[in-house]
């Protein structure tokens, strides 16, 4: 999905961005280590990708 990625590249790549570990169990992403800053990073960068995902949506059907 948006957030996770093809076999957990999105997830790889926050981790590596923010420098805080990123993971998933049982379909839920979970911070598991990194300090309160990294912490809030991971949370930004997923709430940008969820609009981001919304928005194409919401523009792809509205030009349709």
Do not use: W, Y
Request: net charge positive.
């Amino acid at each position: 999905g948006i957030i996770i990625g093809k076999g957990g590249a999105n997830l790889r790549e926050i981790s590596k961005q923010t420098g805080a570990e990123v993971t998933r169990k049982h379909g839920e992403v979970h911070i598991i280590n990194g300090t309160e800053e990294q912490r809030e990073h991971v949370k930004v960068i997923i709430a940008m990708k969820v609009v981001r995902g919304k928005t194409k949506k919401f523009f792809f059907f509205d030009l349709v």
